[in-house]
């Protein structure tokens, strides 16, 4: 059973920093992506960044250059760092993992869900 749970959420200032996790489990792909997506309310869930078992990434446009997305391998871990938020970052944070071996933030793409960590950026 493919298994996410988000943690990091929070509450923090405009240009605070937060780092999410989402911790995998229960799956058998030899390649497979995960991604981060987030929504806030009222809006649709949109994709931030993803990263593959080789390492190669996206990200959105919204969030290059504050955003890196890391993964633990061993841990079966991957880490979303956000630097300098801004209230519009501000939404429910999900994972998502699915087969294959390219990164991609569709959220389509993906057939399984973590259960999601709220981020709130007070301005």
């Known amino acids: 059973q493919v298994k996410l749970v988000e943690s990091g959420g929070g509450s923090v200032q405009a240009g605070g920093s937060l780092m999410l996790s989402c911790t995998t489990s229960?799956?058998?792909?030899?390649?497979?992506?995960v991604g981060w997506f987030r929504q806030a309310p009222g809006k649709q869930r949109e994709g931030v960044a993803a990263?593959?078992?080789?390492?190669?990434?996206v990200y959105a446009d919204s969030v290059k250059g504050r955003v890196t997305i890391s993964h633990d391998n061993a841990k079966g871990t991957v880490y979303l760092q956000m630097n300098n938020l801004q209230p519009e970052d501000t939404g429910m944070y999900y994972c998502?993992?699915?087969?294959?071996?390219?990164?991609?933030?569709?959220?389509?793409?993906?057939?399984?869900w973590g259960q999601g960590t709220q981020v709130t950026v007070s301005s």
């Open positions: 229960g799956f058998i792909w030899s390649t497979y992506s």
């Open positions: 998502a993992i699915d087969e294959g071996d390219l990164p991609t933030i569709k959220a389509d793409e993906y057939g399984y």
């Open positions: 990263i593959v078992s080789t390492d190669m990434q």
